[in-house]
């Protein structure tokens, strides 16, 4: 542990955790509410202004929508940038500072890659494959902002035998797998952000079963955890526990909302629960202080 929780230095890799992850979500308020081309242009919202103006033709509230949404990431990037200069001044004299330095620098890169994919995907009309690797690189970023703060503020850990490690690297290979999927299943579905944007083409029906598959396999494998755990009771047990909680909160969500024509609350407290679910699942993976592939950092 480098900085206290509660230490307003400390308290900033928390909240850079936070913001990271209402990007995923009001993003997905962005596409829920058909805003995704209230802003119509890139950089600029509108051709001549940086910013929404009356009488556009989007209409305000699509446009301010939108506009938030790129607010937000102006407000991660402060936090971000911060950030990077309180790690690579207290870590000048840790032996991790690589480690620490790399994490708070992939931050700014991450962000900057997000404004530019976010252009991009306006000025494709949001073409479903921009969308995908838009939320896909939010995760990343997610779980590298989640690393970071594990670094500067510490997490306990627990060493683990080979069985749990095994199970461990599956839940975050499987749960990678399932955002995938779950990417694609919203690419060939409605709420795609505006009226007129193109779908992937896929059987919305086939691939949502499919991503509900792999959801009862990393259901399965978070089962099989709490066996081999229940005895010793330690941090592995209870943060599985946790993520248990979270798959069956998101898991309900996800049949609730497919068996209803996919209202947009149900679909946003879905989105809201995958950021949840992979938080849940990079945090217990790093309980075990175990690398994801051997010789490669994590």
């Given at each position: 542990m480098i900085l206290t929780r509660k230490s307003i230095k400390g308290r900033l890799f928390t909240l850079l955790l936070i913001l990271q992850s209402a990007l995923v979500v009001t993003g997905g308020a962005v596409r829920l509410t058909g805003s995704g081309l209230g802003c119509p242009t890139w950089p600029e919202c509108t051709p001549g202004s940086y910013t929404p103006v009356p009488n556009?033709?989007?209409?305000?509230?699509?446009?301010?929508?939108?506009?938030?949404?790129?607010?937000?990431?102006?407000?991660?990037?402060?936090?971000?940038?911060?950030?990077?200069?309180i790690a690579v001044k207290i870590s000048k004299d840790l032996t991790n500072r690589s480690e620490?330095?790399?994490?708070?620098?992939?931050?700014?890169?991450?962000?900057?890659?997000?404004?530019?994919?976010?252009g991009i995907t306006v000025l494709t009309q949001l073409h479903p494959a921009t969308v995908a690797l838009h939320l896909l690189l939010s995760m990343l970023l997610i779980s590298g902002a989640a690393s970071l703060r594990f670094a500067m503020v510490g997490i306990?850990?627990?060493?683990?035998?080979?069985?749990?490690?095994?199970?461990?690297?599956?839940?975050?290979?499987?749960?990678?797998?399932?955002?995938?999927?779950?990417?694609?299943?919203?690419?060939?579905?409605?709420h795609a952000g505006d009226d007129e944007t193109v779908r992937f083409g896929f059987d919305p029906q086939a691939v949502s079963v499919l991503h509900a598959e792999f959801v009862i396999v990393l259901s399965v494998i978070t089962l099989i955890m709490w066996l081999f755990n229940r005895k010793n009771k330690g941090l592995i047990y209870k943060r599985n526990?946790?993520?248990?909680?979270?798959?069956?909160?998101?898991?309900?969500?996800?049949?609730?909302?497919?068996?209803?024509?996919?209202?947009?609350?149900?679909?946003?407290?879905?989105?809201?629960?995958?950021?949840?679910?992979?938080i849940a699942v990079w945090s217990l993976f790093k309980t075990a202080n175990i690398k994801l592939l051997k010789g490669v950092r994590s």
């Amino acid at each position: 542990m480098i900085l206290t929780r509660k230490s307003i230095k400390g308290r900033l890799f928390t909240l850079l955790l936070i913001l990271q992850s209402a990007l995923v979500v009001t993003g997905g308020a962005v596409r829920l509410t058909g805003s995704g081309l209230g802003c119509p242009t890139w950089p600029e919202c509108t051709p001549g202004s940086y910013t929404p103006v009356p009488n556009q033709a989007e209409g305000q509230l699509h446009a301010w929508i939108e506009f938030g949404n790129r607010l937000l990431t102006f407000a991660l990037l402060l936090v971000a940038l911060i950030a990077v200069f309180i790690a690579v001044k207290i870590s000048k004299d840790l032996t991790n500072r690589s480690e620490i330095r790399s994490l708070a620098i992939g931050q700014i890169l991450g962000i900057f890659g997000q404004g530019i994919l976010g252009g991009i995907t306006v000025l494709t009309q949001l073409h479903p494959a921009t969308v995908a690797l838009h939320l896909l690189l939010s995760m990343l970023l997610i779980s590298g902002a989640a690393s970071l703060r594990f670094a500067m503020v510490g997490i306990a850990t627990q060493s683990v035998d080979s069985n749990t490690s095994i199970l461990l690297r599956a839940q975050v290979i499987v749960t990678a797998i399932i955002l995938i999927i779950g990417s694609i299943v919203t690419g060939s579905g409605p709420h795609a952000g505006d009226d007129e944007t193109v779908r992937f083409g896929f059987d919305p029906q086939a691939v949502s079963v499919l991503h509900a598959e792999f959801v009862i396999v990393l259901s399965v494998i978070t089962l099989i955890m709490w066996l081999f755990n229940r005895k010793n009771k330690g941090l592995i047990y209870k943060r599985n526990n946790i993520l248990l909680l979270v798959i069956l909160f998101q898991g309900g969500i996800g049949y609730v909302q497919y068996f209803n024509g996919l209202p947009e609350l149900l679909v946003g407290f879905h989105l809201l629960g995958s950021t949840l679910t992979w938080i849940a699942v990079w945090s217990l993976f790093k309980t075990a202080n175990i690398k994801l592939l051997k010789g490669v950092r994590s």
